[in-house]
T-cell receptor
Framework: RKEVEQDPGPFNVPEGATVAFNCTYS??????FFWYRQDCRKEPKLLMS???SGNEDGRFTAQLNRASQYISLLIRDSKLSDSATYLC????????????FGQGTTLQVKP | DGGITQSPKYLFRKEGQNVTLSCEQN?????MYWYRQDPGQGLRLIYY???????QKGDIAEGYSVSREKKESFPLTVTSAQKNPTAFYLC???????????FGPGTRLTVT
């Protein structure tokens, strides 16, 4: 089993749609969680951290379910510019700063 | 402007040659990391360094070497021992004790 698993997609949605991505992780001791966005042939950029209580940033909502060991990202009112690959990232329980990256979920928003 | 720079953006080498990829940051971050990304795959950790003059192997260190002589710089050498060196190489940095990592623009290495 991979340490961090995501549905690779692609998810093809029309503009204005709401889309949700899920991610599961294997290490129950993981402490920190993130979503990164990666555009084609570019570097990953931090989209948002994921907090236990859930958090929202504009059209983006991230949630964490520790009991089931999954993380979700909800995008409301999708824009063409949201088209990208979304990486689920988990930090382990050690103090080394090592992050574990999922393979990413590709989103294509169409007019 | 603060940030992470990697050079060059594209690099072409012949098989059997060592090649060094540059990574510089002026964010005053303590920790630096090297990742490799292959098409359709997640990032895989090659080496990381939490402090100057110290570094640790990541998950796929074989065929690579690093140095950390200065806080700002963390060069990666891809040696001829690396079996499949063609990939997108990403350097990242973070504040010690914080887990968010910030990435440079990457170097695409092609070895033929």
């Amino acid at each position: 089993r991979k340490e961090v698993e995501q549905d690779p997609g692609p998810f093809n949605v029309p503009e204005g749609a709401t889309v949700a991505f899920n991610c599961t992780y294997s290490n129950s001791a993981s402490q920190s969680f993130f979503w990164y966005r990666q555009d084609c042939r570019k570097e990953p950029k931090l989209l948002m951290s994921v907090y236990s209580s859930g958090n929202e940033d504009g059209r983006f909502t991230a949630q964490l379910n520790r009991a089931s060991q999954y993380i979700s990202l909800l995008i409301r009112d999708s824009k063409l510019s949201d088209s990208a690959t979304y990486l689920c990232v988990v930090h382990g329980s050690s103090n080394t700063g090592k992050l574990i990256f999922g393979q990413g979920t590709t989103l294509q928003v169409k007019p | 402007d603060g940030g992470i720079t990697q050079s060059p953006k594209y690099l072409f080498r012949k098989e059997g040659q060592n090649v060094t990829l540059s990574c510089e940051q002026n964010l005053n971050h303590d920790a630096m990391y090297w990742y490799r990304q292959d098409p359709g795959q997640g990032l895989r950790l090659i080496y990381y360094s939490q402090i100057v003059n110290d570094f640790q192997k990541g998950d796929i260190a074989e065929g690579y070497s690093v140095s950390r002589e200065k806080k700002e710089s963390f060069p990666l050498t891809v040696t001829s021992a690396q079996k499949n060196p063609t990939a997108f190489y990403l350097c990242a940095s973070s504040i010690q004790g914080a887990y968010e990592q910030y990435f440079g623009p990457g170097t695409r290495l092609t070895v033929t």
